[in-house]
């Protein structure tokens, strides 16, 4: 009986990881998979659970920060960033004042929503800022202190 219970629970979190795009919760839906073999086996519920533990911390120490260096691998030479990652690392001017509720900047001629990454700070219209990140349609910017190349 138990081993149902773990393999249920191994489903659920193997759905959950569909809703995110994070790469963490299948690991401990692998761990639960691990533990269910061990109750198959016949082993105690302490012994089920150190499984679970050690097998899912095993897989997202190893198998993990493989998978994320995939993810974030440097573009082939030749090749040119697209969609919001080409954004990161631009520069904008903002067009109105830019706090930690509202503001707006021109990103290559587009208009964006944007918010200050550091909240004790506000930029003015006709600052230079940096896009750090895009967070939806709200480009999170930062102060531009580096020189036009």
């Known amino acids: 009986m138990d081993a149902v219970l ?4 191994a489903v659920a979190l193997a759905i959950g990881e569909a809703f995110t795009a994070t790469f963490l919760i299948i690991f401990f839906a692998v761990g639960a998979l691990a533990a269910a073999g061990a ?3 016949g082993a ?5 659970a150190i499984v ?3 097998v899912s911390a095993l897989t997202v120490g190893a198998i993990r920060p ?3 260096r995939h993810q974030r691998d440097e573009l082939e030479p030749g090749e040119t960033q697209f969609g919001v990652q080409a954004l990161e690392g631009a520069r904008a001017t903002v067009l109105e004042e830019v706090g930690t509720e509202h503001g707006l900047v021109k990103i290559d001629g587009e208009l964006w929503q944007a918010r200050v990454m550091d909240h ?3 930029y003015q219209p006709g600052q230079r800022v940096r896009v750090v990140k895009v967070n ?4 999170i910017v930062w102060r531009d202190d580096m020189p036009e190349i």
């Open 39 to 41: 109750a198959a086996l």
């Open 44 to 48: 105690p519920l302490l012994v089920q």
């Open 136 to 139: 939806g349609a709200t480009a």
């Open 52 to 54: 679970f533990a050690v």
């Open 6 to 9: 773990w393999v249920v629970l």
């Open 66 to 68: 493989i998978i994320v």
């Open 120 to 122: 004790t700070e506000k």
